[in-house]
């Protein structure tokens, strides 16, 4: 444990300059990969200014991104809640491609810059390489290409249509962006240029074929039909279709091509962010806990001078806090907290269980192979399902958590479940219930599409447990919606239990 | 690994957006800016004002669940007495509950009101109005900077200490080193003495030496340690960081020139000081520091204070010249044209001795116009003209004026009848060139 003399540090001081950077880094990517067994892409790092690292933030952490308003608000809030010092700015940004791309921010020192590189280039970018959600729904070497294509498309409509023409699309398609993912289906994906060329054919066939029809018959339909007819257009057109971003990508019947591609762009920017959305406490946990056990190990062998270390501890306690409920500053679960403690858990399960341990965690108890089970674990599971599989009673315990139902239909909150032997499976539960991605954002199809008749577009709204849509945002989506439909569109709400139908939104009574 | 230095990549590769952003708010504002101008009376430029917009200009909506329908659970951490089954009572000013939908019919659902405070009511209702060579003059000018708070550091003169983050992190290395804390040693010290008193005996039954020996040793320790962790670390040690920016000198002059004689009634006074005031208001929007200077005039002109200027009754002939005279005389003394950004406001009838224009144009041109960043000159008209039809005669001053103005764009001149062409002239009168209505 104590340090060989003859050892010295990876650097001295807070200034860090380019060889202590590389220094460094090769020392942490020796232990993730020799000891830790782990294997991240190749990493770009990116030295960057603070306000370079501002900028990047606004793009929602994108190296490169299209322009569009909704960057500069946001990029006018962080800068205030910067400049006024009520919020520290992210560390770094790191983006899952290949080589993954890790900003690094020139203010930093160099302790700060070892964290920084074993959090995110290694801990991220090895879960990012690894983890089924990530492997299902992103392809890491074309991502770059995306965001380049993405940046000059966008530019070159606004370019040809102006600009007020490409941010009409372009806004009612960020309304619609929780929206614009395949959950159900396998989401590999398909390569964009094909299925322009697919979709290209197919309304050409379809033309053809209409002109075909009204040439040589007579438009009379026996009426029994009519419904047949009806039923084939829904198939053909998917429907129901969860993705409505999607849907209109393919069937609005009054776009051009390029406002479809503005489509299919902003698509592509939601499915890129889904496994982020479906994993965001696992990553952090493992992103959090690879940093830690790296900067102690480096400490153990007497590569980072006590000093350093003191100030990762710091940085570390700053990230990993957790205030109560009760507490002023409680503003839900912090994800790198969580996650890191569930990783320890596990560790702690792994080597030294208890017997209740044993009774919940047979399989992984006492296996003494902490670092492989994690590992496993993190290529795996997603939030929901690594919550399901992995809170222990211990946790539940040591973190005091507890359920609080909120029922508009009774007067008070009641408390649930809570950290007892009647409650722990309980609170599992309504934990990893939490992290559902079905329960992220409500649940809207479209469920028709009245092409013979108004054109008007339907969509449903499957309501659980009662909790019906904000009207006005709602209202607000529906008019951005019927934008991009052309004609009018209904929504409505139907309780997913009973089927009964709870309210209904028409574009053309607001 | 490759590592590659961004650091000398343009910056600010979000100002684009930024730009956008304003731009998409401004334009919905000064809509709404401009509907409520016709709603009120132009004196009334202090208070705040309620503005409706169209919502959907800078909203991001999206399908979310209202909070006030349905049942939803949460996991929550740090329970402390809670039993499964309690009731806890819901905050108050959340239990309203499906509030939002009653204000939901009618046209007004989709727009949101909110109250500008009078500085943006101001700042809007000015935007497009920037006065010609302000820019010009304000790059000629010496930059000053002013400090601005911009996050923290490391380092910095003690005064710029901020103790809340500097203790807070003191804290933090105290708890992670173990260090005692004065109470502990104190307890210790204390057990120390009544032990070696007689006072009290070990309560493990263990010899008093021993235990003696023992608080001896972990009260060394922790002495120890005190010394080796000190209370507060350089290291600890965070200063509020703070910027200079420049800024432009921000200094400007006003002068008010009034013709006071006895062909100028009341009203017309009214008239003029509405347009003193709003360019005045202008002006101090734009520069840290406006002085006013008000001169009034018959056949003489005399610098006066505003109560006099406005209210003063003085009889007598018109000799504009006088007032122009009196002007430069005031700038030479205390405004130097290049320490003050000079605007002339003059307002009149018109009427003038016919020898005393070709004064005035002389003075305007040779000497005024050259100094000024800015005149304007307004001509109201008296009150039984302002019903009539008939084309007016042109007065002896603006028939001088008038060529002056077409050779010179540092002169604007036009007239006013009644209040609610005041502002529609200044717009004109201070029109960004080149902007759009």
């Known amino acids: 444990m104590s340090a060989d003399d003859t050892v010295t540090p990876l650097f001295q001081g807070p200034s860090w300059n380019f060889n202590t950077l590389s220094r460094t880094h090769d020392a942490i990517e020796a232990i993730a990969r020799d000891e830790l067994g782990m294997d991240p892409y190749p990493t770009r790092l990116e030295v960057v200014s603070s306000e370079q690292m501002l900028d990047a933030y606004a793009s929602t952490g994108m190296p490169l991104n299209y322009p569009h308003w909704s960057f500069g608000k946001r990029f006018a809030q962080q800068e205030m809640l910067y400049r006024k010092g009520f919020q520290q700015l992210a560390l770094e940004i790191v983006i899952n491609s290949d080589p993954s791309l890790c900003y690094i921010m020139e203010d930093n020192t160099m302790a700060a810059q070892a964290t920084v590189i074993a959090h995110a280039a290694i801990g991220h970018n090895h879960f990012f390489r690894h983890n089924e959600v990530f492997r299902a729904w992103t392809e890491a070497d074309t991502v770059l290409d995306e965001l380049r294509h993405a940046r000059s498309f966008v530019m070159e409509c606004e370019k040809r249509h102006g600009r007020a023409a490409v941010e009409e699309v372009l806004d009612a398609a960020h309304t619609l962006f929780a929206h614009g993912v395949d959950r159900n289906r396998n989401a590999k994906h398909q390569d964009p240029a094909e299925t322009r060329a697919r979709l290209a054919e197919r309304r050409r066939a379809a033309r053809d074929e209409a002109d075909e029809l009204w040439l040589r018959t007579v438009p009379q339909q026996p009426e029994d039909s009519a419904s047949n007819a009806e039923a084939d257009e829904r198939r053909a057109m998917g429907l129901p279709e969860e993705n409505i971003l999607m849907f209109l990508e393919h069937h609005a019947p009054l776009l051009a091509e390029w406002q479809r591609e503005l489509l299919r762009i902003v698509r592509w920017f939601s499915t890129y962010f889904e496994p982020q959305r479906q994993t965001k406490l696992m990553n952090e946990g493992c992103a959090t806990w690879t940093h830690f056990e790296i900067m102690t190990r480096l400490r153990d062998k007497g590569l980072i001078e006590d000093g350093a270390y003191l100030e990762f501890l710091d940085l570390h306690s700053m990230v990993v806090a957790q205030p109560t409920f009760d507490h002023q500053g409680y503003s839900g679960l912090n994800p790198y907290a969580l996650g890191f403690a569930m990783m320890r858990d596990i560790v702690r399960i792994c ?46 315990r040591d973190w005091r958590l507890f359920q609080l139902v909120d029922d508009r239909a009774a007067p008070e909150y009641v408390v649930g479940a809570i950290h007892d032997e009647a409650g722990y499976r309980d609170v599992r539960r309504a934990l990893a219930d939490q992290y559902d991605p079905a329960v ?33 945002e709602a209202r607000r989506v529906l008019r951005h919606l019927g934008r991009l439909w052309g004609y009018d569109v209904s929504l409505v709400e139907r309780d997913a239990t009973t089927d009964a139908e709870l309210f209904t939104f028409r574009s053309d009574e607001f | 690994m490759t590592i590659v230095d961004r650091r000398q990549n343009p910056t600010g590769r979000n100002l684009g957006n930024r730009q956008r952003f304003l731009d998409r ?22 208070s705040s004002e309620r503005v409706v917009i169209p919502s959907d200009d800078i909203q991001e909506p999206t399908f979310q669940r209202d909070a006030a329908t349905g049942r939803r659970s949460g996991v929550l951490p740090g329970n402390r007495e809670y039993q499964s089954g309690d009731t806890i009572a819901r905050p108050s000013g959340q239990g309203g509950g499906g509030g939002s939908k009653a204000s939901e019919d009618g046209d007004g659902e989709d727009s949101f009101a909110f109250t500008l405070s009078r500085d943006e009511f101001l700042d809007l209702l000015f935007e497009d ?44 290395r105290r708890a992670a080193l173990d260090r005692p804390g004065t109470a502990a040693v104190e307890e210790l010290e204390r057990e120390l003495a009544r032990l070696e008193s007689g006072e009290i005996v070990p309560a493990d039954g263990r010899a008093r030496e021993t235990r003696i020996e023992e608080l001896r040793e972990t009260l060394d320790r922790a002495r120890r340690k005190r010394a080796s962790v000190p209370f507060l670390d350089p290291i600890d040690l965070r200063y509020n960081r703070i910027e200079p920016q420049p800024e432009p000198i921000a200094q400007a002059v006003m002068f008010c020139l009034m013709d006071v004689s006895a062909s100028m009634d009341e009203d017309m006074k009214g008239l003029a000081k509405r347009f003193f005031m709003l360019l005045h ?13 008000f001169i009034r005039h ?26 122009l005279e009196e002007m430069l005389r005031v700038a030479a003394q205390r405004y130097p044209p290049d320490e003050y950004n000079i605007y002339v406001a003059q307002a009149s009838d018109g009427d003038n001795l016919s020898r005393d224009v070709e004064i005035c144009t002389r003075l305007l041109t040779e000497q005024i116009l050259p100094m000024a960043q800015y005149m304007a000159y307004v001509e109201i008209l ?20 008038a060529p002056v103005a077409e050779a010179n764009p540092g002169l604007a001149m036009r007239r006013i009848a009644e209040a609610r062409d005041i502002f529609p002239v200044f717009r004109d009168l201070f029109r960004t060139e080149g902007a759009s209505e």
């Not at chain 2, 334009?27 to 202090?46: G, M």
């Not at chain 2, 060579?133 to 380092?155: C, F, H, I, N, P």
């Not at chain 2, 208001?281 to 200077?293: M, T």
């Open chain 2, 298 to 323: 018959t056949q003489r002109a005399e610098e006066v204070d505003e109560q006099t200027f406005f209210e003063g009754r003085q009889t007598g002939g018109t000799i504009v010249s006088t007032a």
């Open chain 1, 351 to 396: 080597t030294e269980p208890t017997e209740e341990d044993t009774a919940w965690f047979p399989d992984i108890a006492g296996n003494g192979e902490p670092v492989a089970t994690l590992r496993r674990a993190w290529a795996e599971f997603r939030d929901e399902s690594f919550v399901r599989q992995f809170l222990s009673p211990k946790l539940i």
């Open chain 2, 281 to 293: 208001l202008f002006l101090a929007r734009h520069y840290e520091q406006v002085e006013v200077v």
């Open chain 2, 25 to 46: 708010a401004k334009s919905s504002l000064r809509q709404a800016v401009k509907e409520n101008i016709r709603n009120r009376s132009i004196e009334d430029t202090t």
């Open chain 1, 440 to 472: 992220l954002s409500p649940r809207i199809e479209v469920t028709g599409a009245d092409l013979r008749g108004d054109r008007r577009l339907h969509l449903c709204h499957w309501v659980e447990d009662g909790q019906q849509l904000d009207p006005l």
């Open chain 2, 382 to 401: 008296p009150q039984r003209d302002r019903f009539s039809m008939a084309p007016r005669r042109e007065s002896d001053l603006w028939r001088g004026y």
């Open chain 2, 129 to 172: 109005l920037a006065l010609p060579d302000m820019l010009a003059k304000k790059l000629k000018s010496v930059e000053t900077t002013r400090m601005r708070r911009a996050g923290y550091t490391t380092s910095g003169p003690a005064t710029r200490l901020n103790m809340v983050r500097s203790l807070r992190r003191s804290l933090v």
